[in-house]
């Protein structure tokens, strides 16, 4: 997969998705400590997501990083706005910010 096609893969996968993660390894088995923090918040708050693995294709991890300009995995997209990482999803997790947020835009789409 060449940049630009990770690139059109990622717009087409944000605007299709209401809630989409970008993660190391898949909802059901997470492969780092940080995904599998973001999949328990969302399966917490019972809101369907999708999800793409970047250890699958070596284009999709280094374009969804040029993509939002930030530099780690997991990223969370919801209504096809770039939220965050772990530490961002779990500190609005905690303030009811996500789950309003989720309420508003996931809903919505």
């Not at 087409?12 to 997470?30: S, W």
């Not at 809101?47 to 930030?70: C, H």
Request: glycine residues 8%; proline residues 5%; charged residues 20%.
């Amino acid at each position: 997969m060449t940049d630009n096609a990770a690139q059109t893969r990622i717009q087409r996968e944000i605007t299709d998705n209401p809630v989409m993660l970008y993660m190391k390894g898949t909802a059901m088995f997470p492969q780092c400590g940080f995904s599998a923090r973001v999949v328990q918040i969302l399966n917490h708050l019972g809101v369907p997501f999708a999800t793409a693995n970047v250890l699958e294709d070596a284009a999709l991890r280094d374009g969804i990083k040029q993509f939002s300009s930030w530099p780690t995995i997991p990223q969370l997209y919801v209504g096809g706005e770039f939220i965050g990482g772990c530490d961002i999803v779990t500190e609005m997790f905690q303030s009811g910010e996500l789950e309003t947020l989720l309420r508003e835009k996931a809903t919505a789409a």
